[in-house]
C-alpha cells in the first residue's frame, strides 16, 4: 500500500506542478489549484488535485465543458465538487444558504449533467 501510495502522490504531484506552471499568452494562469499547502508529502495531500480551468480573463471555466473536451481526447476527468461538499464549500467560499441553494438545484454527488 506504501509503493501504491507514492506512486499515486507522485502522480498527482506532477500534475499539480504542470497544471501550476500553465499560462495563457496574456500571462494569466491556466488552472486555479485548491490544495493546502504546495503536494509536499502524500500525508498531508493524497492523490486528487482539486482545481479549476479558467479563461485568460480569469473566469472559471465550467466542469461538464471541461469534462466533455478531455473526453475528446481520452482524458478521464472526476468533475464537480458536491462529492466532497466541505471541501466545495471552503475553496470556492460558498455560504451555507448557497450550498442549500445548490442541493435544492440538484447539484449532487455523480449527478449526471
Request: aromatic share 10%; glycine share 8%; net charge positive.
Amino acid at each position: 500500500m506504501h509503493c501504491i501510495q507514492q506512486h499515486t502522490f507522485g502522480l498527482a504531484r506532477y500534475t499539480y506542478m504542470l497544471l501550476s506552471s500553465l499560462c495563457h499568452g496574456n500571462k494569466r494562469p491556466v488552472a486555479q489549484m485548491y490544495t493546502q499547502g504546495q503536494f509536499e508529502s502524500p500525508s498531508t495531500q493524497g492523490a486528487i488535485l482539486n482545481f479549476n480551468l479558467v479563461d485568460s480573463h480569469g473566469q472559471i471555466i465550467g466542469y461538464s465543458k471541461v469534462e466533455r473536451m478531455a473526453s475528446l481526447y481520452n482524458i478521464h476527468l472526476r468533475t464537480g465538487c458536491f462529492c466532497n461538499t466541505g471541501a466545495c464549500q471552503y475553496f470556492l467560499g460558498i455560504t451555507d444558504q448557497q450550498m442549500k441553494r445548490n442541493v435544492q438545484a440538484g447539484h449532487v454527488c455523480w449527478r449526471q449533467h
